[in-house]
């Protein structure tokens, strides 16, 4: 496949996504929060209190070795194990405190505080 | 790790000097003491008892599937393992893996740790590390292979040339800002479990993370050991060897003697002495002098089990 063919076609993709964000997407949803991230790190959640808008999708990206994993002390997320470079996301569809650790290393914490 | 009290303290120094060069590790009636391993193979046996002697090995934290640096194949390093287990001049009754098999708790990963522990012909005996909890089951995987029979979370007891051995899982449901944790239920168990056993039986206890704070920052240690502990206070002679730190690191405290053994996968710093516990990225000529087993000799009449830690180096 050639690098001109790769190019048309990636311009492609992005007229039709643009296409489809301005013809079926309602105005409130654009104005959607900002997505945010976690990077996890030295058996740590960097940052380890993130505080975020009502609605915004947090990623955690393990960036260690070693595999982690993502898990709210109350039950309302629980990732699978991330291993090197694996990824997780939720969306805060409400305010709150919300506590989470990793449960192979629980002394791996971290906080997302979402406001209304 | 250290104790406060000196005396632990001088007998800790004694034992650590032997780390790392094929150490020996004794202790007897309430007097832990270090020797030479040539002084122990010509220590006289003491007149009382005749059970035959016998030894058995502990290997740990195999990480099968492990594959990044220092160790680019977690799966030839434990194959190293067992071949000196084969090799070695007296063989063993039998092998405790203290943790930490696999690396994702996959099941190719399990199967290719059974196959190559099974060339020993030698029963094992398992304990589970958080690394062989990570299946959507939360260790079922594990326990289904390696389990069959235990209680609880994996744990269980059995009797073997007059010593006690006592396999506790200290990885099952973690709590948030936690360590280690043994739970309600199996201490509840652990009290039955000893309740038929004399002062004089000897004990040893095997589990993935140490059962003493070697370093809370890191999460070295198990929140409700203490309570184990207590237990375990009345025998004359407890041996508890534990896994997950990846290094040796000993301590005696009263009659209790604590070991834990190498990786056969990759080492992990000293405690404190990096940004993290993540593997330590030595070089290739290093890695095999810092992995390794641990070969635990049982004379009846001693009341005492030597340890003798070897590394993979040829």
Not at chain 1, 96 to 105: A, D, K, N, R
Not at chain 2, 262 to 275: I, L
């Amino acid at each position: 496949m050639t690098r001109g063919f790769k190019m048309l076609t990636f311009q492609a993709a992005t007229l039709v996504a643009s296409g489809l964000m301005i013809s079926t997407i309602p105005a409130t949803t654009r104005a959607a929060p900002v997505p945010a991230a976690v990077t996890i790190e030295n058996f740590t959640f960097k940052a380890p209190l993130l505080t975020v808008k009502l609605g915004t999708t947090v990623t955690w990206t393990n960036g260690d070795d070693i595999p982690h994993t993502v898990v709210s002390k109350d039950g309302l997320f629980k990732s699978k194990v991330l291993d090197t470079g694996d990824r997780f996301s939720f969306t805060f569809a409400k305010p709150g405190q919300f506590g989470y650790f990793c449960s192979l290393h629980p002394h791996m914490t971290g906080m997302i505080a979402v406001k209304a | 790790m250290f104790d406060d009290d000196q005396e632990n303290r001088r007998d800790f120094l004694k034992c650590m000097a032997w780390a790392g060069t094929g150490a020996l590790f004794t202790f007897g009636a309430g007097v832990p003491a270090s020797i030479g391993l040539d002084a122990a193979i010509a220590a006289p046996m003491r007149g009382r008892a005749a059970a035959r002697p016998f030894t058995f090995v502990q290997l740990s934290d195999s990480h099968i599937g492990f594959n990044k640096p220092p160790n680019a194949d977690a799966r030839a390093t434990f194959r190293e393992a067992i071949a000196k287990v084969k090799a070695l001049p007296v063989q063993p009754d039998f092998i405790i893996h203290t943790g930490d098999v696999s690396q994702l708790s996959r099941d190719d990963e399990f199967d290719d740790a059974e196959q190559m522990l099974k060339t020993t012909g030698l029963p094992v005996f398992f304990v589970p590390g958080e690394h062989d909890m990570l299946d959507p089951e939360g260790g079922k995987a594990f326990l289904d292979r390696f389990g069959k029979g235990t209680r609880g979370a994996g744990w269980y007891s059995f009797d073997h040339g007059g010593v006690h051995f006592v396999a506790l899982v200290n990885v099952a449901d973690l709590k948030p800002g936690g360590m280690g944790n043994l739970g309600a239920d199996q201490l509840a168990w652990l009290k039955v479990d000893l309740a038929g056993h004399s002062a004089s039986t000897p004990i040893v206890v095997f589990a993935h993370i140490p059962l003493w704070t070697v370093y809370a920052d890191w999460g070295w240690g198990t929140d409700d050991a203490a309570e184990a502990l207590k237990l375990l206070a009345r025998f004359g002679s407890v041996t508890i060897l534990n896994g997950h730190i990846h290094q040796i690191a000993q301590k005696v405290e009263g009659r209790i003697a604590f070991h834990t053994a190498r990786s056969t996968a990759f080492p992990q710093p000293a405690p404190g002495t990096a940004p993290s516990p993540g593997p330590l990225k030595v070089p290739a000529e290093q890695l095999h002098s810092m992995l390794g087993i641990t070969d635990a000799m049982f004379v009846r009449g001693h009341d005492r089990i030597a340890l003798i830690d070897s590394t993979l180096t040829s």
